[in-house]
């Protein structure tokens, strides 16, 4: 579902401008998301409302930064440039888990985490790893950098903020953070644009981007590391380079090559050594 946001991202250049998008996209998931849990975020209004100050920082790191931003970044930047420089997040999660929450780490999850990031960079240089030494740094490249710090920060706080709402209802009340956030950039953006028209294409993908990448990934994301931890949880990015590239072939017709499989072949393990549980959470658990 989170890959789709790369078509949404290749496709809203000349169509919609970055911030319209995002709000479009928070908004309407937002209320997707509080029509199913209105009876909880009306029993816990008063501590939601208590906790306003968290809604607006999740907000800006999860729905302004890597909302509106990656749109931004994807008009001057490349495909290969965005998914080379998010596959670093994990890793800052990672290492945030551990460092900030104490989340325990074995040797076997490091090296799946090594090993997966590897696969990841396979994928996004196409085999040839020469491609590294040709990356030109533009203004979008220092987007999706910011990005994937606050990401980061995002699915840390995430964790670090306990609620006593569902993931469902939390993700409501951050997408209403959210959307008040990036209100006043998108008016600004709508009243800088000169006879702007709004497309039909414009409202389809808003609604995409809210259905898919915005209330699917994020509640499955929220879901996860609520029950497995942020680390353990990060790992499961690394299968976003896989999933784009199956998206982008059968949407905007690139082709899908060897370095698909080989980097296949290194994630998926990865994937599987880094969520295994350390022998610390296996006896809490029998405790």
């Given at each position: 579902m989170w890959s789709v946001n790369y078509v949404v991202a290749k496709t809203a250049p000349g169509i919609i401008s970055p911030h319209v998008l995002a709000l479009g996209r928070w908004f309407l998931a937002g209320l997707i998301l509080a029509t199913i849990a209105r009876a909880e975020l009306w029993r816990e209004r008063k501590s939601t409302l208590n906790a306003w100050p968290q809604y607006l920082v999740l907000g800006s790191l999860g729905m302004l930064i890597c909302g509106a931003w990656v749109y931004w970044a994807a008009e001057t930047t490349s495909a290969i440039n965005i998914a080379l420089i998010y596959a670093a997040s994990p890793v800052l999660i990672t290492l945030g888990a551990v460092i900030g929450l104490k989340e325990s780490f074995s040797w076997r999850q490091g090296f799946g985490v090594v090993l997966a990031l590897l696969g990841v960079l396979h994928v996004v240089v196409k085999g040839q790893w020469t491609a590294l030494s040709q990356v030109i740094w533009v203004l979008g490249d220092g987007l999706i950098v910011m990005a994937m710090v606050s990401w980061a920060a995002y699915a840390l706080l995430l964790k670090k903020w306990v609620s006593p709402l569902s993931s469902t209802a939390r993700l409501a009340a951050t997408c209403l953070g959210g959307s008040l956030v990036l209100l006043p950039f998108a008016m600004t953006e709508w009243l800088g644009t000169a006879h702007a028209e709004w497309r039909f294409e414009a409202s389809l993908l808003v609604v995409v981007a809210a259905i898919f990448p915005g209330v699917g990934a994020y509640l499955a994301y929220s879901f996860c590391q609520k029950t497995l931890g942020a680390s353990r949880v990060a790992a499961s990015l690394y299968m976003g380079p896989l999933y784009g590239?199956?998206?982008?072939?059968?949407?905007?017709?690139?082709?899908?090559?060897?370095?698909?499989?080989?980097?296949?072949?290194?994630?998926?393990?990865?994937?599987?050594?880094?969520?295994q549980k350390t022998q610390e959470n296996v006896q809490k658990v029998e405790a």
């Open positions: 590239s199956l998206v982008a072939w059968l949407f905007l017709d690139e082709t899908l090559g060897w370095h698909h499989a080989m980097g296949t072949l290194m994630i998926l393990p990865g994937i599987y050594l880094a969520s």
